[in-house]
Every structure is written in C-alpha cells, then in structure tokens.
C-alpha cells in the first residue's frame, strides 16, 4: 500500500499528495490522505506493507529527500520534525503500540521549504520531486527492503 500524506493548500505540504497521482499516472496503485492523522491508521488497516510518503521540516535543505525504514525502529528517533502537530512519526508510533502497524513501512520525506497558505510547490520540491516519485516507484516494482538512508 502506498499513502501520499498533505495538504494541497499549504504548499509544499501537498508534496506527498502530489507524488501519490503522479505515481497513480505510472499506473502504480496510491492513496491520498488529507486530514486528521488519527483516521490514517484505518487506511493501511491489514496491510503487509506499507510506503508512507510526506513533506518533513526539519529546516535542512529545501528538496532534501530522506527514506526511513520506519519496521526497524521508531521514526521520531531519526526524524522529529513533521509539517503537522500530531504528526506522522507520532501516528506510526500510536499503530506501532496499537499493534496495527504493517511489518514493512517505509516513509520517503521530502524537505519542505515553504508551508504557507496557498497552492503550489517551492522550486526546489518541485525539482526532487521526480526523482521521490522513482525512488518510490522502485519500491513498490521490486517490493524489496529499504535501509534506513537520511539522504541521498
């Protein structure tokens, strides 16, 4: 399963709305989630496995793409800095306690640079963009395991 998670009016929030139909246009299966985070958990409910794909804020690099290996270890341990208040480490964490949480999850963030109200992404999101949507696409073709890489 594959969930791209956002906003579409903030921004470069909407990064992981945009890679999930831009993955849909190569005709790979997935989801968008806009909204509270607590009602995410019931999108991937049952799911083998799982790609989680977001903007993240942790005021590096604008366009700064991370893949985690969320299965092996928490997530806020790699990467506390989410574009929400209750964020997605937060939700994976929650699954994780639950017992919900797929065996295999995978989150590709991409680094945000602008938040703010309004429709469409920064130049520099919008450049990685591309090469998020094939890392992804890589994935979810050889449906192999991902190491825990901040960036590449």
């Known amino acids: ?14 990064a992981g709305l945009i890679a999930a139909r831009r ?8 989801e968008e989630h806009q909204g509270d985070f607590a ?9 083998d496995s799982l790609i989680l794909i977001d903007a993240i804020a942790p005021g590096r690099v604008p366009g ?40 295999r999850v995978l989150v590709f963030g991409i680094e945000a640079k602008n938040l703010a ?5 920064s130049r520099e999101v919008e450049a990685s963009l591309p090469e998020l949507v094939k890392e992804v696409m890589a994935c979810v073709l050889t449906q192999s395991g991902v190491p825990s890489v901040p960036l590449w």
């Open 117 to 121: 109200v309004g429709v469409g992404l």
């Open 23 to 30: 993955l849909r246009d190569c005709g790979i299966l997935a």
């Open 64 to 103: 700064a793409m991370y893949r985690l290996n969320a299965s092996m270890s928490a997530l806020k341990q790699v990467c506390n800095t989410s574009t929400h208040a209750f964020g997605l480490a937060d939700v994976i964490e929650l699954s994780r306690a639950l017992g919900t949480l797929p065996p």
């Open 1 to 14: 399963m594959v969930v791209g998670v956002g906003n579409d009016f903030r921004q470069d929030d909407a």
């Open 39 to 47: 009602t995410l958990m019931e999108t991937w409910k049952g799911a």
